[in-house]
């Protein structure tokens, strides 16, 4: 991937992953353009990052978004990078009835939320140089949290979905990417002083550097070896994860 020169639109922007992102590739002179819920964190971080610009979006209405998209083409002609990061958490503990709201929100959001704004932006990146499409899933696709069932379908979907733009869009210039954070401090499930996980900015420099190397997949350790475990003997490792979380401080 070019690491400076990109018009780089980011949805989730104003916290965590988002904005560590999007505060680093604006650092290394990209065009920024950041969306997400919250207007008063878009606020902060465009006040903190002169230049960058904010655009409203909620990833969860396909109208919201072809007019984002619209905003996005006529304003940022040169948009040639969509991250798709914007993404929720919410504990569903399948081990019964899981509440269908949640389910509903939690799909939408994060699989049908990627996969709609790539298909309003796709034919305009098509026509631009170096462009990327990356998409934010988690190792929670490939080794899955028990009590976050349902996010972690959506991402180890997201994946599944990313390996066939990869295959589909081999002949029209995109490179497709896969960005699979480990457990990371952020404010997902309270996890901003979680010990277990890795601080963000670890993450961001990491990820950053896999970037800069053309990588397809950006696997911050201990995402590597997550990545690597599903096969016949998977769940042998899904329950080891998960009674670590059982036996840490309660989630949420």
């Known amino acids: 991937m070019r690491m400076t020169g990109n018009t780089i639109f980011i949805t989730g922007g104003g916290s965590g992953i988002g904005r560590g992102l999007a ?7 990209n065009q920024v353009i950041i969306s997400g819920r919250r207007k008063e964190r878009l606020q902060e971080t465009i006040d903190a990052n002169p230049g960058m610009v904010a655009i409203e979006l909620d990833i969860a209405d396909p109208d919201s978004i072809q007019a984002a998209a619209t905003t996005l083409i006529s304003n940022h002609p040169g948009l040639n990078v969509l991250i798709n990061n914007a993404g929720i958490m919410l504990l569903d503990h399948a081990e019964g009835p899981v509440d269908d709201a949640l389910a509903l929100s939690t799909v939408t959001t994060n699989l049908l939320g990627p996969i709609r704004m790539t298909s309003a932006l796709v ?9 990327v499409i990356a998409n934010v899933s988690s190792v929670l696709g490939f080794v899955p949290m028990a009590v976050a069932a349902v996010y972690s379908a959506t ?14 869009l081999r002949e029209h210039g995109i490179q497709p990417v896969e960005i699979a954070p480990p457990w990371v401090r952020t404010e997902l499930l309270n996890s901003s002083e979680e010990e277990r996980a890795i601080p963000l900015d670890q993450f961001i420099t990491e990820a950053m550097k896999q970037l800069e190397s053309g990588a397809d997949e950006i696997l911050v350790a201990p995402a590597e070896a997550m990545r690597a475990n599903p096969g016949p003997n998977e769940h042998a490792w899904v329950n080891q994860f998960n009674d670590m979380i059982a036996a840490g401080p309660e989630l949420g």
């Not at 034919?123 to 462009?131: C, I, Q, S, V």
């Not at 979907?157 to 990313?162: C, E, L, N, Q, R």
């Open 155 to 168: 991402k180890a979907a997201v994946h599944s979905y990313t390996l066939s733009q990869r295959y589909l």
């Open 23 to 29: 505060e680093a590739f604006h650092n290394r002179g």
């Open 123 to 131: 034919e305009h990146l098509k026509t631009r140089p170096d462009a």
